[in-house]
């Protein structure tokens, strides 16, 4: 499962229960509503994703050799970049173009950063993202850039639109049904609505809003221990996707990680 996929079936899980609360349609029948949407292709509201061809490193490497004698370098003294990861590359490829000379050094044995393939993966013939996978449509200067390189762009959502797919969680060997983690879910998004709305008007550091502060000094860990009806599925659920997606155990994240990113979301993971 990609780190991009567990927050969603969080966000998910919490538009679910959120809908599931307000309109008291239980939450299972929501579910069924929206397989028979997509059975009739009802337009998806949800954010298409674009999954882009990740060999960027080995373009940004062409492409500095291919432009680096069409202008006149206008500075002796190169700048020196730390780091060959996206933003590292991105800024030595602007440089380069700008007439600016660049040296960068990278930690490791390889250039790209998070931008990792693993070619014929497993001994099969396919390839495996062990990186960034996933960019949104949003995201326009990269895709951009993504452009203005020659890659090329799969639209997820077009790929997949004539297969039948069914999604399959598994939780210490046993399958859990979307229905269970949505269920097992909704005491906790109640919790982090709540929550939200306390703290409606934070801002950022500055804002000295104490439930904010109080919140911001309880980790997420700690945050679903408070909630008696968390289970172990879900908790694991949290952790993967939060471990993953940022790095950090969970108990070193602060609550408002949880409560923003899944309560400021609130429509936008869609349901389907």
């Known amino acids: 499962?990609?780190?991009?996929?567990?927050?969603?079936?969080l966000g998910r899980a919490h538009n679910i229960a959120r809908i599931s609360r307000e309109t008291g349609i239980p939450s299972d029948e929501l579910l069924g509503m929206v397989k028979e949407a997509k059975a009739r292709k009802f337009p998806n509201p949800c954010t298409r994703?674009?999954?882009?061809?990740?060999?960027?490193?080995?373009?940004?490497k062409?492409?500095?050799?291919?432009?680096?004698?069409?202008?006149?370098?206008?500075?002796?003294?190169p700048v020196l970049i730390v780091g060959a990861g996206i933003a590292g590359l991105t800024a030595?490829?602007?440089?380069?173009?700008?007439?600016?000379?660049?040296?960068?050094?990278?930690?490791?044995?390889?250039?790209?950063?998070?931008?990792?393939?693993?070619?014929?993966?497993?001994?099969?013939?396919?390839?495996?993202?062990?990186?960034?996978?996933?960019?949104?449509?949003?995201?326009?200067?990269?895709?951009?850039?993504?452009?203005?390189?020659?890659?090329?762009?799969?639209?997820l959502q077009a790929v997949d639109e004539n297969l039948e797919t069914q999604e399959t969680y598994l939780f210490e060997g046993r399958k859990v049904s979307l229905v269970e983690i949505t269920t097992d879910f909704a005491p906790i998004a109640e919790q982090i609505n709540r929550d939200f709305e306390a703290i409606a008007n934070f801002k950022d550091y500055t804002t000295k809003i104490p439930a904010a502060v109080?919140?911001?000094?309880?980790?997420?860990?700690?945050?679903l221990d408070q909630i008696p009806q968390t289970t172990p599925a879900i908790r694991q659920l949290?952790?993967?996707?939060?471990?993953?997606?940022?790095?950090?155990?969970?108990?070193?994240?602060?609550?408002?990680?949880?409560?923003?990113?899944?309560?400021?979301?609130?429509?936008?993971?869609?349901?389907?």
């Open 214 to 223: 109080e919140l911001d000094n309880i980790s997420i860990a700690e945050y």
């Open 1 to 9: 499962m990609t780190k991009s996929s567990m927050m969603t079936i």
């Open 62 to 77: 062409v492409s500095l050799l291919s432009k680096s004698g069409e202008r006149t370098i206008s500075q002796t003294t």
């Open 49 to 60: 994703l674009l999954k882009g061809g990740l060999d960027l490193a080995k373009k940004f």
């Open 92 to 155: 030595a490829y602007r440089l380069t173009q700008a007439g600016v000379p660049v040296n960068a050094i990278e930690a490791s044995n390889r250039v790209g950063g998070r931008i990792r393939t693993r070619q014929k993966a497993l001994g099969t013939p396919f390839a495996v993202e062990l990186g960034g996978e996933f960019i949104y449509t949003e995201h326009i200067y990269l895709r951009s850039l993504i452009e203005e390189l020659g890659l090329d762009l799969v639209d």
């Open 238 to 272: 949290v952790k993967a996707a939060y471990e993953t997606y940022y790095g950090l155990n969970m108990e070193e994240q602060s609550s408002l990680n949880l409560i923003y990113i899944i309560g400021n979301q609130v429509g936008k993971f869609g349901i389907i």
